[in-house]
Nanobody, 130 residues
Framework: QVQVVESGGGLVQAGGSLRLSCTAS????????MAWLRQAPGKERVGLSC????????YYADSVKDRFTISRDNVKNTLYLQMDSLKPEDTAMYYC???????????????????????RGQGTQVTVSS
């Protein structure tokens, strides 16, 4: 049984930083594209970033580029999202996603293609105060 669990959310002031973590079990972590998404109240869920199985390829949405950094530790089966220079508009529930198939391509289109059927966790809340 696949389990995806996010952690690390919390309340932070604008300009601050947080690091989210995501552990995934029940799948071959080192062979799948992993991603972060978020959903703000009253808005649709949007893709933020993905990373290829080996970590060599990453994608960032324009809204988080140059502020967020995705990384992974395939030994620990853990995905990370380092979030710096946080803004109030970053307030949202953050979700981790794991592709159901091995070695798919990480790109912006992943979120509208394979990302729709990806395994997801329950999310971790990030609140940025002004």
């Amino acid at each position: 049984q696949v389990q995806v669990v996010e952690s690390g959310g919390g309340l932070v002031q604008a300009g601050g930083s947080l690091r989210l973590s995501c552990t995934a079990s029940g799948l071959d972590f080192g062979r799948v594209t992993m991603a972060w998404l978020r959903q703000a109240p009253g808005k649709e869920r949007v893709g933020l970033s993905c990373i290829s199985p080996g970590g060599s390829t990453t994608y960032y949405a324009d809204s988080v580029k140059d502020r967020f950094t995705i990384s992974r530790d395939n030994v620990k089966n853990t995905l990370y999202l380092q979030m710096d220079s946080l803004k109030p508009e970053d307030t949202a529930m953050y979700y981790c996603a794991a592709d159901r198939a091995a070695y798919s391509v990480c790109s912006g289109s992943w979120f509208n293609d394979r990302g729709r059927s990806a395994y997801r966790g329950q999310g971790t809340q990030v609140t940025v105060s002004s």
